[in-house]
């Protein structure tokens, strides 16, 4: 049995098919989409989508055509290899991963005989806190810091234009951490 609908768009008439099991209402048909992972997407958008997607394959298909083959070859070796696999240094104190730090004092002067004197106490924050958990000269921190090599999986931006990246440690870990706070 099959359910004729006509939409009607703005520059002409579609017509979209649906088809229900037999043996089950239109109701039971519904139930059963709703148990399936479906999304509902107008007409217009998904031919828009698809015509893209083949655009795109074309190109994809254009440019490995023309490209040179043994640097594709060498490209996917690199690849099997990881070594094409984007990595940083995650900052770490104590064990604990570092994912920002807050400026807590910042005195620099100079003395009568020209002396430079320095107090730069900065504040931690550590994964899984939100406020600052340990409070540390600046050149205590920078020698103390273990760095850890980390993978990248994602890199983004946030409305206020900072990257911010998705990181996975050696154990599987993902962390979200912001640019400034890596290598």
Not at 88 to 110: A, C, Q, R
Request: one cysteine or more; glycine letters at 8%; proline letters at 2%.
């Amino acid at each position: 049995m099959a359910k004729d609908e006509t939409k009607k768009g703005p520059l002409e008439e579609k017509k979209i098919t649906a088809s229900v099991p037999e043996g089950k209402t239109g109701v039971e048909a519904e139930g059963d989409k709703k148990k399936k992972n479906t999304v509902e997407v107008d007409a217009e958008v998904l031919e828009k989508l698809l015509k893209t997607v083949e655009a795109y394959g074309k190109k994809i298909e254009i440019l490995t055509e023309v490209a040179d083959k043994n640097r594709l070859t060498r490209v996917e070796e690199m690849r099997a290899q990881g070594k094409l696999v984007k990595k940083v240094n995650l900052n770490t104190f104590e064990g604990k991963v570092i994912i920002g730090w807050k400026k807590i004092k910042d005195d620099v002067h100079i003395d009568q005989q020209g002396r430079l004197h320095e107090e730069q106490i900065i504040g931690l924050v550590f994964e899984g806190e939100t406020t600052v958990g340990k409070e540390m000269d600046l050149r205590s921190f920078a020698r103390l810091i273990v760095k850890v090599p980390c993978e990248v999986l994602e890199e983004g931006k946030d409305k206020e234009g900072n990257t911010n990246f998705v990181i996975q440690k050696a154990d599987g870990k993902e962390i979200k951490i912001d640019a400034k706070f890596i290598n």
